[in-house]
């Protein structure tokens, strides 16, 4: 399987300097992170963001706990920074955080780059990919963007130079790499 790039965006009325800070502080993870995850930060408080900063996080996937362990491999506040994960259940996961000024707030930028356990068959892995990642990812990140969105308020972009396609969550999403 090859890497697979997962894109969300969400504008917010708030200051990016105010949505980064935000950010800086793994802890927060936990309030935009769904409860059936069982999401946990294992690293000693208080856990801030920083080049180089290593982080362990626990989480459940279908009831099973997972140890995650993430790089902060870029640190560029208050633009952007990407975590790396280091230990976990995918072979590679790049989640590039993108903070970006517009009219009015700022615009929200994940995008992951991801790819399933090289142990598994190409198409197995295409397969749970379909069925399950994607579809998990989606969710994740609507229950995200909804909780964002309550906390610092929401501005809806028609904006036509956005890439890929909307859903009635209105979250964007590119099509997969080839």
């Not at 930060?41 to 706990?65: F, H, M, N, T």
């Not at 142990?119 to 964002?148: G, H, M, N």
């Not at 904006?159 to 099509?175: K, L, Y």
Request: glycine share 4%; proline share 7%.
């Amino acid at each position: 399987m090859k890497t697979q790039t997962f894109r969300v965006e969400q504008t917010v009325p708030r200051s990016r300097e105010r949505i980064f800070s935000f950010f800086e502080k793994a802890e927060n993870l936990a309030l935009i992170t769904p409860r059936w995850l069982d999401f946990r930060v294992l690293s000693a408080s208080p856990v801030e963001v920083y080049q180089g900063r290593v982080i362990d996080y626990q989480i459940k996937l279908s009831g099973v706990p997972i140890h995650w362990r993430s790089l902060i491999s870029r640190y560029d506040p208050p633009i952007s920074f990407v975590d790396e994960q280091l230990v976990g259940p995918y072979a590679i996961w790049r989640h590039l955080h993108r903070f970006e000024s517009v009219p009015g707030g700022t615009r929200l930028v994940d995008q992951v780059e991801y790819r399933l356990p090289t142990w598994l068959p190409r198409r197995s892995a295409e397969t749970i990919d379909r069925i399950y990642t994607k579809p998990q990812l989606e969710k994740i990140f609507a229950y995200r963007k909804a909780v964002f969105a309550d906390m610092f308020g929401n501005i809806l972009s028609d904006d036509p130079g956005h890439a890929g396609r909307s859903d009635e969550n209105n979250v964007m999403e590119t099509e997969s790499c080839v």
